[in-house]
C-alpha cells in the first residue's frame, strides 16, 4: 500500500475541465515531481492534496486516512509556496514556530523545535529577523523550515524556486533534496523546469492538459518517452520522419534502418523518429548506423557544451558535442556530416 | 455559512444607508398634505436666497480650486524634483488640516485678521472672501495633495522636465504645458472634491458671516419644516455628482492611458 | 541624487528651497499661525500678559462635561465606525459577495463620507426625528413609540448614529484596499500549518491590519471630534459639546472671557493632536516589521 495515493482524481471549474482521472501512489519519502507547461493543472493537483480545492470526484488518501473531505487544517501537511508566503508580521523563530503554536505545543519545546530546523536550513543566526530584512533564498528557506517544524506528513511545493535568481535556485534545490532526504518527507513538487524535476526527483510525472500522460523516473522519462508531448517536452529533441517498411524496419532519409523495437504501424505508413541532441555525433563515426550528409547552421558555445545546429535528411538537427581544447567548434556554413545509432532512435507514437 | 454571514452584514449595512435616504426623499415629497408633490421643491428654487447662497458658494469653489492647483502642483512637483528630502516636512503640513478641527483655524482667522491686525482681511466683504477661499483652501489640502503626488507618482517627473529643458522651456512651459496637462486627471478629482467640501461647508462660512449655501440650509431648517429635506435631496445629488465626475475622469484617465 | 549637487555647490541651496516658498507661505499665514495665535492666545491674559488661568477656568463643571461628551461622541462613532465599515469591507472582500457590489458600494462610500453637515442632519431628521418616516412607521404599524423607549436623535446617541452615517463610509474606503493586500498565500500557510481561520485572524491578519485599523480610528476621531455642522444643524445650539460651545463662544462671548476661548479651542487641539500622536506611536511599535 502506498503512502500518499491519489485515485481517479477530477477538477472542474465552471466547464473547465483542469484535471482529469488524475492517478499517482507515492511511496514514503519519495519526491515526486509534478512537470507540465503552465495551465496544466500542477497546481490544482496539489492544491486538492493541501485541501484548498475540493476535487470533483474522486479521492486523496494519506498513511490510509481518507482525506478527500477534510479541511487544510486537519491533514497535517507542510506547503511551500511560490514567494510572499512568510508572515510579515512575525520574526522568523515566530514564523517556524507558527505551526507548533496553533496545535499547542509548549514554549521550551518549540524554541527548541525552531533551533533546531534553523540550524537545518543553515540560519542558525536569524531567528530575530523580520522577512523583509532576509533575502530572497532565505525568505524560502525560513518558508521550507516553517512547513517542517511541525513534522508534517507530507510536503507540498509549489514552483518553491521560480522567483529566485539561477544560482541561488540550483544551490536551493540541492539543499531541498538533502533536507528531504535527511528527514526521509514523502514530497510532491510542481515545477515547470524540466531540468529540475529531472535532478531533484524519484519519480516525475509529466502532465499535459490536466492528464498525467508519464510517470516514471527521471532517465526512464528522459530516455524512453511514451507520448510524443513528453518526448518533445522533457528535453530536446529532433524529430525525422521515418517510412515504415517492415515490423522493426524503417527508412530515415533514403537509408534502411533496423530499429531496437518492433514498430506498431503498417507498412508504408511514416513515423516520426526522435533523437537526443547527444545522440547525434558530428563527423563520420565507425559503426554509425546512418551517416547523413550535412551543413552547420549555427553554433552555441554553453562552455563544457557546444550545441550545433545542422541541416541534415531534409531537417534541422540540434547535437551536443563536448568541448575540448584542441578542437575549435566547426565553422558556420562547413559541409560536414552527423552520425547516428539506430539503438537512439525514438518511435514516436501518436 | 460565511457567505450568509457576509450577506447579512453587507444588507444591515446598506439598510442603514439607505433609510435615511428614503426617509429625507418621503419627507421632501409631503409638503402638501394628503399626496406627494414637488412643492417643497418649488418652493426651495423659488427662494432667490437659495441662488445667491448657492451661486456664492460655487464662485467660491472655483476660487479655492485655482488656488488650491497653483498652490499644490507647483509644490509636489518640485518637491518630487529637486526637494524629496522636503516631503516629509510638506506632507505632514498637508496632513495638519486633517488633525486641526477647522473650527479652531477659523477661530484664530478671526483673531488673527480682525480690523486691528497687520492684515485686517476681515474688515472687508472682499477680504473675507479672500480669507474663506485661503480657509477652504486649507480644508482640501489634504485631497488636493494626495491626488496631484498620486498623479505625478505615475509619470517621470524628471524625465519629462529635461526634455522640455532641452527644447528651451522655462519653468512656467513646463508647469502649464507640461505638468498639468499630465496631471489633469488627478486635478480634475481633486478639484471636484473641493467642489462637494466647499458647497456643503458650514463651520468657516457661518462663522465668517458670509452668506453662504452651507449657513443658508442651516437657517432654512431651523425655520423651515418640509424644505430642509428637500435641500438634503438636492445637495445629496450635488454630492453624488462631484463624486461621479470625480469617478468619470478617473476611468478617461485609465482609458486613455491604455490607449496610448 | 539631488543631495550630491548640493553638497559640490552649497550655494545653490537655498534656490532649491525657494521653490516650496509659496507653498510655506500658505501654510504659514493660513494654517500655523493661526493655529499658534490660539495656542498663544490659551496663555495670554486679555491684555497680553502670561497666565495659566484660561487652562484652569477651563475646570467648570459644564465645560468638563462638554469635553468628556466630545471625547465619548468621538470614540464611540470612531469604533463603531470601524467595526461597522471593517465588517462591511472583510464581507464584501471576502465574504464571497458578487464581484458587482464592490464598485457601487466603494462610489457610495466616496458620496456618504462627504455628505456631512448640515443636509445630513436632514435627513435624519426626516427619517428618526419626531415626525420622521421610521419613528411614524413605527408608531402607526405597530404602536412602538421610540420616545417612550427613550431614543431621542437629538441626544448623544442620535448623534452617534448620525455621525456613523460618514464615519462607516470612511473607514470602508481606507480599509479595502488593505484587505486587498492581504495575501492569499499568507491565510493558506496559516491553514495548512494547522490555524484556524480566528488563529489567522488574530495571529496574521489582524496584526497586519493593525496599523491601518488604527490610524482610521485617529482620523474618525479627530473628523467626529470637530464637526461643527451636523450636531449644529440637529440641535442648535443646545447640545453641550466642545466644538458647539466654541461656535457659540466664537459668535458670542457667552463664556465672559474672551480668553477662555483660546483655551477651549487650545484643548481639541491638544486632543486630537493627543489622539494622532498615539496612534503614531503605537504604529511605529507595531511596525518594527515594516520596512
Ligand atoms: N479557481 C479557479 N477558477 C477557475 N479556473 C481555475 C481556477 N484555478 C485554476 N484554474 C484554471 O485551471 C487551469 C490549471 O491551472 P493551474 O493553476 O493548476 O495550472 P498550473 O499547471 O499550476 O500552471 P502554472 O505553471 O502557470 O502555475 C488553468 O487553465 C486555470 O485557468
Ligand atoms: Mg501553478
Known amino acids: ?350 | 455559512m460565511m457567505r450568509v454571514v457576509a450577506w447579512g452584514v453587507f444588507l444591515l449595512g446598506c439598510l442603514f444607508f439607505l433609510l435615511p435616504l428614503v426617509g429625507m426623499t418621503e419627507f421632501s415629497l409631503k409638503m402638501r398634505r394628503g399626496v406627494y408633490s414637488f412643492d417643497a421643491y418649488a418652493a426651495v428654487f423659488g427662494d432667490p436666497a437659495f441662488w445667491a447662497t448657492f451661486g456664492y458658494s460655487l464662485a467660491l469653489a472655483a476660487a479655492t480650486i485655482v488656488v488650491g492647483v497653483v498652490l499644490v502642483v507647483p509644490t509636489a512637483y518640485w518637491v518630487r524634483l529637486r526637494l524629496p528630502q522636503a516631503r516629509p516636512f510638506v506632507e505632514f503640513i498637508t496632513l495638519l488640516p486633517l488633525v486641526i478641527p477647522a473650527i479652531v483655524i477659523v477661530f484664530g482667522y478671526i483673531r488673527m485678521y480682525n480690523t486691528s491686525s497687520f492684515l485686517p482681511l476681515t474688515g472687508s466683504a472682499l477680504g473675507t472672501d479672500i480669507l474663506l477661499t485661503m480657509g477652504y483652501a486649507t480644508l482640501a489640502l489634504p485631497y488636493m495633495y494626495r491626488s496631484v503626488d498620486t498623479g505625478l507618482r505615475t509619470i517621470d517627473v524628471g524625465t519629462l522636465t529635461e526634455a522640455a529643458q532641452s527644447l528651451g522651456a522655462g519653468w512656467v512651459t513646463i508647469l502649464a504645458r507640461i505638468i498639468l496637462p499630465n496631471v489633469m486627471v488627478a486635478v480634475l478629482s481633486g478639484a471636484f472634491l473641493t467642489l462637494a467640501i466647499v458647497l456643503g461647508e458650514f463651520t468657516m462660512a457661518a462663522l465668517l458671516n458670509r452668506p453662504a449655501f452651507g449657513p443658508y440650509m442651516q437657517l432654512l431648517g431651523a425655520n423651515r419644516a418640509y424644505e430642509p429635506p428637500a435641500l438634503a435631496v438636492i445637495a445629496f445629488a450635488i454630492t453624488w455628482g462631484c463624486m461621479g465626475l470625480m469617478q468619470l475622469a478617473t476611468r478617461f484617465a485609465k482609458h486613455e492611458r491604455a490607449k496610448a | 541624487m539631488p543631495t550630491e549637487p548640493i553638497r559640490r555647490a552649497p550655494r545653490r541651496f537655498p534656490l532649491h528651497w525657494l521653490g516650496i516658498l509659496p507653498f510655506a507661505i500658505f501654510a504659514t499665514l493660513f494654517l500655523i499661525l493661526p493655529t499658534m495665535r490660539i495656542v498663544l492666545g490659551a496663555f495670554q491674559t486679555p491684555d497680553g500678559g502670561f497666565t495659566l488661568q484660561n487652562m484652569l477656568d477651563l475646570n467648570t463643571d459644564s465645560i468638563r462635561a462638554a469635553y468628556w461628551t466630545s471625547i465619548k461622541l468621538s470614540f464611540y462613532t470612531a469604533a463603531l465606525g470601524c467595526a461597522v465599515g471593517f465588517a462591511m469591507a472583510a464581507a464584501v472582500v471576502f465574504g464571497g459577495l458578487p464581484k458587482g457590489v464592490r464598485s457601487p458600494l466603494l462610489t457610495f462610500s466616496g458620496v456618504a463620507s462627504n455628505f456631512a453637515g448640515v443636509p445630513l442632519a436632514f435627513a435624519f431628521i426626516a427619517t428618526i426625528g419626531p415626525v420622521g418616516l421610521i419613528t411614524v412607521w413605527l408608531r402607526t404599524e405597530f404602536g412602538i413609540n421610540l420616545r417612550a423607549y427613550g431614543f431621542n436623535l437629538l441626544s448623544f446617541w442620535g448623534l452617534v448614529i448620525t455621525y456613523l452615517f460618514f464615519q462607516i463610509p470612511l473607514m470602508i474606503l481606507i480599509i479595502t484596499p488593505a484587505l486587498d493586500g492581504l495575501k492569499r498565500e499568507w491565510r493558506e500557510a496559516a491553514a495548512v500549518l494547522g490555524a484556524t481561520g480566528v488563529q489567522y485572524w488574530r495571529m496574521v491578519a489582524l496584526p497586519i491590519l493593525f496599523p491601518s485599523i488604527l490610524g482610521t480610528f485617529a482620523l474618525l476621531f479627530a473628523n467626529a471630534f470637530g464637526a461643527v455642522a451636523t450636531a449644529f444643524a440637529l440641535t442648535g445650539p443646545q447640545l453641550n459639546i466642545v466644538p458647539i460651545k466654541l461656535f457659540a463662544q466664537i459668535r458670542g462671548d457667552v463664556l465672559g472671557n474672551p480668553n477662555l476661548g483660546y483655551a477651549l479651542a487650545f484643548g481639541m487641539i491638544l486632543i486630537t493632536a493627543g489622539a494622532n500622536l498615539l496612534y503614531i506611536w503605537l504604529r511605529v511599535r507595531s511596525e518594527r516589521w515594516l520596512k
Open chain 1, 1 to 350: 500500500m502506498s503512502f500518499l495515493s491519489l485515485s481517479h482524481l477530477e477538477k472542474t471549474f465552471g466547464t473547465n475541465r483542469v484535471v482529469k482521472d488524475f492517478n499517482l501512489s507515492v511511496e514514503k519519502g519519495e519526491f515526486i515531481s509534478l512537470l507540465g507547461p503552465s495551465g496544466c493543472g500542477k497546481t490544482t493537483v496539489l492544491r486538492m492534496v493541501a485541501g484548498f480545492e475540493t476535487p470533483t470526484s474522486g479521492g486523496i488518501v494519506i498513511d490510509g486516512q481518507e482525506v478527500t473531505g477534510l479541511k487544510p487544517n486537519q491533514r497535517n501537511i507542510g506547503m511551500m509556496f511560490q514567494a510572499y508566503a512568510l508572515f510579515p508580521n512575525m520574526t522568523v523563530a515566530e514564523n517556524v514556530a507558527f505551526g507548533l503554536k496553533v496545535k499547542g505545543v509548549a514554549k521550551d519545546k518549540r524554541d527548541a523545535r525552531v533551533e533546531e530546523m534553523l540550524r537545518l536550513i543553515g540560519l542558525p543566526e536569524m531567528g530575530g529577523r523580520y522577512p523583509f530584512q532576509l533575502s530572497g533564498g532565505q525568505q524560502q528557506r525560513v518558508a521550507l523550515a516553517r512547513a517542517l517544524a511541525p513534522s508534517p506528513r507530507v510536503l507540498l511545493l509549489d514552483e518553491p524556486l521560480s522567483a529566485l535568481d539561477a544560482k541561488v535556485r540550483v544551490s536551493l534545490r540541492n539543499e531541498i533534496r538533502e533536507i528531504q532526504r535527511e528527514l526521509g518527507i514523502t514530497t510532491i513538487f510542481v515545477t515547470h523546469d524540466q531540468e529540475e524535476a529531472l535532478s531533484m526527483s524519484d519519480r516525475v510525472v509529466v502532465m499535459n492538459g490536466g492528464i498525467a500522460e508519464q510517470v516514471g523516473a527521471p532517465f526512464e522519462v528522459y530516455n524512453r518517452p511514451s507520448t510524443r508531448f513528453v518526448a518533445t517536452f522533457v528535453g530536446t529533441l529532433n524529430v525525422f520522419d521515418g517510412a515504415v517498411t517492415g515490423p522493426q524496419s524503417v527508412t530515415l532519409a533514403g537509408v534502411p534502418v533496423t530499429l531496437a523495437e518492433p514498430v506498431e504501424a503498417s507498412k508504408g505508413a511514416t513515423v516520426a523518429l526522435a533523437l537526443r541532441p547527444e545522440a547525434v555525433q558530428l563527423g563520420r563515426v565507425e559503426g554509425a548506423d546512418v551517416v547523413l550528409p550535412a551543413t552547420i547552421e549555427s553554433v552555441e558555445f554553453l562552455g563544457s557544451i557546444i550545441r550545433v545546429r545542422a541541416r541534415a535528411g531534409g531537417s534541422v538537427v540540434a547535437l551536443d558535442t563536448f568541448n575540448r581544447m584542441d578542437a575549435p567548434p566547426p565553422a558556420i556554413g562547413a559541409e560536414t556530416e552527423v552520425s547516428l545509432h539506430a539503438r537512439d532512435l525514438i518511435v514516436l507514437a501518436g
